[in-house]
């Protein structure tokens, strides 16, 4: 019965013609290409039927209205693309041509040869001067023949420059002709590719001849041509050409007014700030208490225990033949130092970290507010927000730490957010059909299903942290970065090579067990 | 019949900000799906849904997709908020109850099975079963017991402590089967259970499913998108057309008696053989005197066509279909021709 159907089917449709039998519906294309060109409708539909037929390579098209107004036609027609880098190629050629016709190429060698020649003569008058005196002219006479040959050769010079100008124009002309030629065999493909666009977005995509677009495009080619041609032709061009004109005044008020502010903002919150400073301090000493107040067999055998015991027995061995070359060199205090700096960032990052990842992961509306903050503190280079740092909390490692901290918890907070917000809906909503409520979500679902990205997240943090220890030596941060930093000041090759390693060795330790750590806890998963 | 378990009156569910007016506009006159779309930019869910549920009873929603079933079941434990409509559940209004009550009514009364599983990847079996239990602090010890006793009820004995990605997809939908078992609900709400399924265990899983509630007397919804199903595991059906109920009724009377050409359409390339029963297609006796049929074999209202063709088929006479020991209607080759066609 089912063959039936399909038979009756098919007989209700007419015969399939062969594939290679079955045409475009020219008349409706026609139309559509008509209705975007809006001008030379016929050229166009003619150009763009050959480009569609085209089977190899470019489609070898010529558009002389494109040849001849260059990237006017472009803007008119609104392909910007082809606009901007044809404009930008034309403006080398003209610049070349200008050069090659007003350009004085050999003026300088010519004032030089000039300038020499007066010299020359004024030390050959000297000779004949001292020669009638009785004196030796010989010293002068040589002087001034060698300042004639000088001015000899800067005549050549400028002659040949001069002649140089001839072949920079032809070669601007030809770099002119080859950019013409190829807008005219390149604009129609182009345009056909713009036409293609705009059958999928009409509202967005340019079609017709615009006259707004022609003006703007024109306006553009006003603009930014002749000033570049004369910019590089002319001897002399004028400051205001060449300088923008500043006012330093804008520059010191705007600078002293935001001094002002930081100063009263940090004598206000003084009290605040201290306080962040004692509670980031006793973070920082209980940490180093534990790494350099145990003795270091202790600690050591520790680190490469927990070492062995996440990452296997190959990164254990790597850490013991890391920790002996940091303790051979004498590192060993200052090495546990910046564990302990980068282990109390670290550790502030995730525990003020992970709750504002939960929060932006599920408040939309929260996270629009917070992502261009966390750019920010990605992006702000260091050294910029190392100045305001010190000037609310003064200098060494707690503010230290605080600068770490802002660089080193964006990954954290996004990772998190990212992970929270992957969970299924699915698996939320079949927790809340068995009645759970939204702590039991969080606890239950959401934290443990995010924790693969929240992982990731926390050794992304960590190795932010470790690239800010040189960093924080520069406000008085101590460990590794200050070896790092006095090398720099003296120059000192060996001691900055030797503290440099130690950096990469505690960084590679780190990485290798926390990676270690969380491929254990994955597999577990 | 017996107590309603799950009643829903009325029930609409519009998604826009102009809900309510859409239902208001919708109440008071013709506003069509478009119409919603263009006047209040909303779209209609479920559209004045009513129906009643039965203690014990599988009641069926069928419609494809689109048609709004999933947004219709999760009213019952207000996954989704109706806009306007009430909803009882054991006698208590659903709706109107606060969140720890409703909390309590789900992790108690109420168990789901979804599409996809949603199992929880990082749990084991197990733990995944006695999830429910947990939720309601029922303390370990108990709640292991009792998730193994209920993977049990699903064969799944020795997979307790694998995790759920080590399982086949039927599996897997066992284990939330099972899940939905664990806190002993009165209700199982089964949102699509089987479609991601391949044929062969969907059949298994449909015969296992169906025995093991009536087995434990829970009233289930089961929402599917397949008339076959829906027919093979269902005691009614209620037939679902762009958020709209378009019939409900027993499988025998969707087929028989479809309300419109929409359920017609659907409950052609259904196999009646099982469904339709003797007296649906019988004749009557009209004064025909059965004595002097001799040797004419009987049967009883309820015989469906399958069994009415092996008593047919080797005997010259019609069937006499009786009622209480009298006989009520004839049924010739002819008539059980016509009928398994369908009547014409």
Same mark, same amino acid.
């Given at each position: 019965?089912?063959?039936?159907?399909?038979?009756?089917?098919?007989?209700?449709?007419?015969?399939?013609?062969?594939?290679?039998?079955?045409?475009?519906?020219?008349?409706?294309?026609?139309?559509?290409?008509?209705?975007?060109?809006?001008?030379?409708?016929?050229?166009?539909?003619?150009?763009?039927?050959?480009?569609?037929?085209?089977?190899?390579?470019?489609?070898?098209?010529?558009?002389?209205?494109?040849?001849?107004?260059?990237?006017?036609?472009?803007?008119?027609?609104?392909?910007?693309?082809?606009?901007?880098?044809?404009?930008?190629?034309?403006?080398?050629?003209?610049?070349?041509?200008?050069?090659?016709?007003?350009?004085?190429?050999?003026?300088?060698?010519?004032?030089?040869?000039?300038?020499?020649?007066?010299?020359?003569?004024?030390?050959?008058?000297?000779?004949?001067?001292?020669?009638?005196?009785?004196?030796?002219?010989?010293?002068?006479?040589?002087?001034?023949?060698?300042?004639?040959?000088?001015?000899?050769?800067?005549?050549?010079?400028?002659?040949?420059?001069?002649?140089?100008?001839?072949?920079?124009?032809?070669?601007?002309?030809?770099?002119?002709?080859?950019?013409?030629?190829?807008?005219?065999?390149?604009?129609?493909?182009?345009?056909?590719?713009?036409?293609?666009?705009?059958?999928?977005?009409?509202?967005?995509?340019?079609?017709?001849?615009?006259?707004?677009?022609?003006?703007?495009?024109?306006?553009?080619?006003?603009?930014?041509?002749?000033?570049?041609?004369?910019?590089?032709?002319?001897?002399?061009?004028?400051?205001?050409?060449?300088?923008?004109?500043?006012?330093?005044?804008?520059?010191?008020?705007?600078?002293?007014?935001?001094?002002?502010?930081?100063?009263?903002?940090?004598?206000?919150?003084?009290?605040?700030?201290?306080?962040?400073?004692?509670?980031?301090?006793?973070?920082?000493?209980?940490?180093?208490?534990?790494?350099?107040?145990?003795?270091?067999?202790?600690?050591?055998?520790?680190?490469?225990?927990?070492?062995?015991?996440?990452?296997?027995?190959?990164?254990?061995?790597?850490?013991?033949?890391?920790?002996?070359?940091?303790?051979?060199?004498?590192?060993?205090?200052?090495?546990?130092?910046?564990?302990?700096?980068?282990?109390?960032?670290?550790?502030?990052?995730?525990?003020?970290?992970?709750?504002?990842?939960?929060?932006?992961?599920?408040?939309?509306?929260?996270?629009?507010?917070?992502?261009?903050?966390?750019?920010?503190?990605?992006?702000?280079?260091?050294?910029?927000?190392?100045?305001?740092?010190?000037?609310?909390?003064?200098?060494?490692?707690?503010?230290?730490?605080?600068?770490?901290?802002?660089?080193?918890?964006?990954?954290?907070?996004?990772?998190?957010?990212?992970?929270?917000?992957?969970?299924?809906?699915?698996?939320?909503?079949?927790?809340?059909?068995?009645?759970?409520?939204?702590?039991?979500?969080?606890?239950?679902?959401?934290?443990?299903?995010?924790?693969?990205?929240?992982?990731?997240?926390?050794?992304?943090?960590?190795?932010?942290?470790?690239?800010?220890?040189?960093?924080?030596?520069?406000?008085?941060?101590?460990?590794?970065?200050?070896?790092?930093?006095?090398?720099?000041?003296?120059?000192?090759?060996?001691?900055?090579?030797?503290?440099?390693?130690?950096?990469?060795?505690?960084?590679?330790?780190?990485?290798?067990?926390?990676?270690?750590?969380?491929?254990?806890?994955?597999?577990?998963? | 019949?017996?107590?309603?378990?799950?009643?829903?009156?009325?029930?609409?569910?519009?998604?826009?900000?102009?809900?309510?007016?859409?239902?208001?506009?919708?109440?008071?006159?013709?506003?069509?799906?478009?119409?919603?779309?263009?006047?209040?930019?909303?779209?209609?869910?479920?559209?004045?849904?009513?129906?009643?549920?039965?203690?014990?009873?599988?009641?069926?929603?069928?419609?494809?997709?689109?048609?709004?079933?999933?947004?219709?079941?999760?009213?019952?434990?207000?996954?989704?908020?109706?806009?306007?409509?009430?909803?009882?559940?054991?006698?208590?209004?659903?709706?109107?109850?606060?969140?720890?009550?409703?909390?309590?009514?789900?992790?108690?009364?109420?168990?789901?099975?979804?599409? =996809?599983?949603?199992?929880?990847?990082?749990?084991? *079996?197990?733990?995944?079963?006695?999830? $429910?239990? %947990? !939720?309601?602090?029922? +303390?370990?010890?108990?709640?292991?017991?009792?998730?193994?006793?209920?993977?049990?009820?699903?064969?799944?004995?020795?997979?307790?402590?694998?995790?759920?990605?080590?399982?086949?997809?039927?599996?897997?939908?066992?284990?939330?089967?099972?899940?939905?078992?664990?806190?002993?609900?009165?209700?199982?709400?089964?949102?699509?259970?089987?479609?991601?399924?391949?044929?062969?265990?969907?059949?298994?899983?449909?015969?296992?499913?169906?025995?093991?509630?009536?087995?434990?007397?829970?009233?289930?919804?089961?929402?599917?998108?397949?008339?076959?199903?829906?027919?093979?595991?269902? =005691?009614?059906?209620?037939?679902?057309?762009?958020? *709209?109920?378009?019939?409900?009724?027993? $499988?025998? %009377? !969707?087929?028989?008696? +479809?309300?419109?050409?929409?359920?017609?359409?659907?409950?052609?390339?259904?196999?009646?053989?099982?469904?339709?029963?003797?007296?649906?297609?019988?004749?009557?006796?009209?004064?025909?005197?059965?004595?002097?049929?001799?040797?004419?074999?009987?049967?009883?209202?309820?015989?469906?066509?399958?069994?009415?063709?092996?008593?047919?088929?080797?005997?010259?006479?019609?069937?006499?279909?009786?009622?209480?020991?009298?006989?009520?209607?004839?049924?010739?080759?002819?008539?059980?021709?016509?009928?398994?066609?369908?009547?014409?």
């Amino acid at each position: 019965m089912a063959d039936e159907v399909l038979h009756a089917n098919v007989a209700a449709r007419p015969a399939a013609p062969a594939v290679a039998d079955i045409e475009v519906d020219r008349a409706e294309l026609d139309a559509s290409i008509a209705n975007f060109v809006q001008q030379n409708a016929g050229y166009y539909q003619r150009i763009f039927h050959k480009i569609h037929d085209n089977t190899s390579g470019i489609p070898l098209t010529f558009n002389k209205a494109a040849a001849l107004l260059g990237p006017l036609w472009a803007a008119a027609r609104g392909v910007w693309g082809l606009f901007w880098g044809f404009l930008i190629l034309e403006i080398i050629a003209w610049v070349q041509i200008g050069r090659g016709t007003w350009g004085e190429l050999g003026a300088e060698s010519l004032q030089q040869a000039v300038r020499q020649e007066t010299r020359a003569q004024q030390f050959l008058e000297r000779a004949e001067a001292a020669r009638a005196a009785g004196e030796d002219p010989s010293r002068f006479e040589t002087l001034g023949n060698n300042l004639m040959r000088a001015a000899e050769r800067s005549r050549e010079a400028a002659d040949a420059a001069a002649a140089d100008a001839l072949m920079i124009l032809a070669s601007g002309l030809i770099l002119l002709l080859i950019l013409r030629v190829a807008q005219g065999i390149w604009s129609n493909i182009a345009y056909e590719k713009q036409y293609s666009d705009w059958r999928v977005t009409p509202e967005r995509v340019p079609s017709g001849v615009n006259r707004l677009n022609t003006l703007f495009g024109a306006v553009l080619v006003v603009a930014v041509m002749p000033l570049t041609v004369y910019r590089f032709t002319v001897e002399n061009v004028p400051d205001y050409l060449t300088a923008f004109p500043a006012n330093s005044d804008y520059y010191t008020n705007t600078a002293r007014w935001l001094e002002g502010q930081i100063d009263s903002a940090a004598s206000a919150g003084a009290g605040t700030f201290d306080g962040i400073v004692f509670g980031v301090r006793s973070i920082l000493d209980t940490v180093s208490l534990a790494l350099i107040g145990t003795p270091w067999p202790v600690v050591m055998t520790v680190i490469c225990v927990i070492a062995w015991r996440s990452a296997g027995p190959r990164v254990a061995i790597f850490t013991a033949a890391a920790l002996a070359y940091i303790a051979f060199l004498g590192y060993w205090e200052i090495a546990m130092e910046t564990v302990a700096l980068v282990g109390a960032a670290v550790v502030l990052c995730v525990i003020i970290g992970i709750p504002l990842g939960i929060w932006f992961g599920k408040s939309m509306r929260a996270y629009k507010l917070a992502e261009p903050v966390l750019d920010l503190m990605q992006t702000l280079p260091a050294f910029v927000y190392l100045i305001p740092i010190i000037a609310f909390f003064g200098t060494g490692n707690p503010p230290g730490i605080l600068a770490t901290i802002i660089f080193g918890m964006p990954p954290v907070i996004r990772l998190t957010a990212l992970g929270v917000r992957g969970v299924p809906d699915t698996i939320k909503e079949a927790a809340s059909a068995f009645g759970a409520s939204n702590w039991q979500i969080l606890r239950d679902v959401e934290i443990p299903l995010a924790l693969p990205s929240i992982m990731t997240g926390v050794n992304q943090t960590i190795l932010m942290c470790l690239s800010m220890v040189v960093i924080i030596s520069l406000i008085g941060g101590g460990g590794l970065g200050q070896v790092i930093l006095e090398a720099l000041q003296f120059a000192a090759k060996g001691p900055g090579l030797l503290g440099g390693f130690a950096i990469l060795f505690v960084a590679m330790v780190i990485d290798r067990i926390v990676q270690g750590a969380f491929r254990r806890a994955d597999l577990k998963r | 019949m017996s107590e309603a378990v799950v009643e829903l009156s009325n029930v609409w569910k519009v998604f826009g900000k102009k809900a309510q007016q859409t239902v208001e506009a919708a109440n008071t006159g013709e506003l069509t799906k478009a119409q919603a779309l263009e006047e209040y930019d909303s779209v209609i869910g479920v559209r004045d849904a009513s129906f009643s549920v039965a203690r014990g009873e599988i009641f069926c929603i069928m419609g494809l997709s689109g048609s709004g079933k999933s947004t219709l079941v999760r009213h019952v434990n207000r996954l989704i908020e109706p806009t306007a409509g009430t909803i009882k559940v054991l006698g208590q209004d659903v709706s109107a109850m606060g969140a720890k009550e409703l909390r309590q009514m789900r992790s108690h009364h109420i168990g789901m099975v979804f599409q =996809h599983m949603a199992l929880l990847p990082h749990r084991s *079996v197990r733990d995944n079963v006695a999830y $429910p239990l %947990e !939720i309601r602090n029922v +303390p370990k010890s108990k709640r292991w017991a009792i998730s193994d006793h209920t993977l049990g009820l699903v064969n799944l004995e020795g997979y307790e402590d694998r995790l759920p990605r080590e399982l086949s997809g039927g599996m897997q939908q066992r284990v939330g089967i099972a899940r939905a078992l664990a806190s002993d609900p009165e209700i199982l709400l089964m949102d699509e259970p089987f479609s991601a399924l391949d044929p062969l265990i969907r059949l298994q899983l449909q015969d296992q499913f169906s025995a093991l509630v009536s087995e434990l007397k829970k009233t289930t919804l089961f929402i599917t998108h397949d008339l076959d199903e829906a027919i093979r595991m269902g =005691h009614r059906i209620a037939i679902m057309k762009d958020g *709209v109920i378009v019939q409900i009724g027993t $499988p025998e %009377e !969707i087929v028989t008696k +479809p309300a419109d050409d929409y359920v017609r359409e659907f409950v052609q390339g259904i196999s009646r053989l099982k469904l339709v029963k003797a007296h649906t297609i019988m004749e009557p006796l009209n004064g025909v005197d059965v004595a002097a049929l001799n040797g004419a074999l009987r049967a009883d209202g309820d015989t469906d066509l399958d069994a009415l063709i092996d008593l047919s088929v080797d005997s010259a006479h019609p069937v006499v279909v009786t009622d209480d020991g009298r006989d009520v209607g004839l049924i010739s080759k002819a008539t059980l021709l016509r009928g398994i066609q369908g009547g014409k």
